[in-house]
C-alpha cells in the first residue's frame, strides 16, 4: 500500500487536517462549497460522502487528496474506481442519533470484508466512541492487524459540556483526546482526532499523539464559503504553531 505522497508527509510532520463534508451529505453543491473552502483554507485531505459521481467532482474541483466514507463495503469499490485516493470506515456520528450502534465486531468485520474487497487502496478506520477506553485499544490493535493504515477516534457526540466557551470546548473534546491518548501509545499508525476538535483543543489532539485532526460539523455548517475559508485557515494555523513533542 502506497499513500498519498501528500498524506504521507503530512502524518509524518503531524499536520493533518482533514475537513468532513458529511457521510450522509449528498448535496452536490454543498460539498462543492466544503471542499472549495478547505483546498483556499490549507486543508491536507477532504473527506465526502460515498458517491462516484461526488469523487468526480472533487477530483475537477480540488488537488487535495479525497477521502470517501462509508460504512458498506460494497460502495467503496465504486467510490476507488472513480479515483478516490483512500476511504474510511466510519464517521460513525450521523448514525448515533438513529439509534443506531457499531459495536467492536462489526467494525472489524468490516474492515476484514473492505480489504477482501481493496487490498491497495489506504484505509482508515473509526474506533467507535461507544466502547471503553480499553476496548478502543484493543479494536484498534485488531484494526491495524486487519490492515487499517490510519485509526481515527471520535466522541464529540457522546460529550455534554457544562460550561461555555474555551472550557466547554476542552470538554466537548475530552472524549477523543482520550482515545487519541490511549490508542497512538498501543499502534504503529497515525491516529486522526475527530468529532469534537475545535482550534482550541488541536493543541490538545496533537499533545496526545495524534499525527492530525478531522473536522466536520465546525466547518460544514457556516453558511458562507469565506466563513468556511476562516475556520480551515483558523485550525491549520492552530496546527501550524502546535509543537510537536515525539510521543514516547
Known sequence: MTMHSTLQHAFNNRRVLKVISGLNNFDSDRVAAIIKAAELGGATFVDIAANAAL????????????????????????????????????????????????????????????????????LSVTVPHILS?????????????????????????????SH??????????APTLAAAYEISRAVSVPVLCASGISNVTVPLAIASGAAGIGVGSAINQLNSELAMIAAVRGLVESLATTSVVSAG
Open 55 to 122: 469523487v468526480q467532482l472533487a477530483k475537477n474541483l480540488i488537488n487535495l487528496p479525497v477521502c470517501v466514507s462509508a460504512v458498506e463495503p460494497e460502495k467503496f469499490v465504486e467510490v476507488v474506481a472513480a479515483g478516490a485516493d483512500l476511504i474510511e470506515i466510519g464517521n460513525f456520528d450521523s448514525f448515533y442519533a438513529q439509534g443506531r450502534r457499531f459495536e467492536a465486531e462489526e467494525v472489524l468485520a468490516l474492515t476484514h470484508q473492505t480489504r477482501a474487497l481493496l487490498p491497495e487502496i489506504t
Open 133 to 161: 477506553l480499553d476496548q478502543q485499544v484493543e479494536l484498534a490493535e485488531e484494526l491495524v492487524k486487519a490492515g487499517a493504515d490510519i485509526i481515527q477516534t471520535e466522541g464529540g457526540t457522546s460529550s455534554q459540556p
Open 164 to 173: 461555555p466557551g474555551t472550557l466547554g470546548l476542552i470538554e466537548k473534546a
